[in-house]
């Protein structure tokens, strides 16, 4: 079955720089585009941030382009968001999304803080 499996979130101060990590299994995932979404508490999912199968095109929301940096890993099956400049509005749950045979699979989610 799909899995997506988000690390490295943390408490970062304003100003610092965070690496996240998605880790997927379960399809063919050079064939896949994958995003990243993020929810902050009491708020709507927003979108992130995408990335094409072959990792040459990535898009980014106004709110974290020239911050955020989206890439892959196809022999890892392994999505990444680096995360610079942080602010305290960056601070949410960050998940990995992809879309497979019609079908959306998220993973679990993980939890950035920015707060000094």
């Known amino acids: 079955q799909v899995q997506l499996v988000e690390s490295g979130g943390d408490l970062v101060q304003p100003g610092g720089s965070l690496g996240l990590s998605c880790v997927a299994s379960?399809?063919?995932?050079?064939?896949?585009?994958l995003a990243w979404y993020r929810q902050a508490a009491g708020k709507e999912c927003e979108w992130v941030a995408d990335?094409?199968?072959?990792?040459?095109?990535?898009y980014y929301a106004d709110s974290v382009r020239g911050r955020f940096t989206i890439s892959r890993d196809n022999a890892e099956h392994t999505v990444f968001l680096k995360l610079n400049s942080l602010k305290s509005e960056d601070t949410a749950v960050y998940y990995c999304?992809?879309?497979?045979?019609?079908?959306?699979?998220w993973g679990q989610g993980t939890q950035v803080t920015v707060s000094s």
């Open positions: 379960g399809f063919t995932f050079t064939m896949c585009g």
């Open positions: 990335i094409s199968a072959d990792g040459d095109y990535t």
């Open positions: 999304k992809v879309r497979w045979n019609q079908n959306d699979y």
